[in-house]
Nanobody, 120 residues
């Protein structure tokens, strides 16, 4: 299994921005479709956005996320990013990255994630 180091979370006011980074080791993300996930308190983990191995295909889970977040991958740096703009309190969650669940398996160990807290 590969390892993932997620960073970039924090406390931000509604309307603010954050850029999350997911640095991989042990495996090359270029071999996988990748995704960002989040889990809010008391809720199940949900996929936020996914990106194919080449970057050609991108999907966002909701209309709201699609128009505020951008998933980016840099295979040369073995790093996945999530640019989050116009943050809302509803975005408050622990954020994780891993291979896309639709690939049939998770190919990286789940790291501790990064906390995003959006205040109103």
């Amino acid at each position: 299994q590969g390892q993932l180091d997620v960073s970039g979370g924090g406390l931000v006011q509604a309307g603010g921005s954050l850029r999350l980074s997911c640095a991989a080791s042990g495996r090359n993300i270029s071999d996988y479709n990748m995704a960002w996930y989040r889990q809010a308190p008391g809720k199940e983990c949900e996929i936020v956005a996914s990106i194919s191995w080449s970057g050609a295909n991108i999907n966002y889970a909701t209309y709201s996320v699609k128009h505020r977040f951008t998933i980016i991958r840099d295979n040369d740096k073995n790093t996945l990013y999530l640019q989050m703009n116009s943050l809302e309190p509803e975005d408050t969650a622990m954020y994780y990255c891993n291979s896309d669940q639709h690939s049939g398996a998770y190919y990286f160990d789940w790291g501790p994630g990064t906390q995003v807290t959006v205040s109103s």
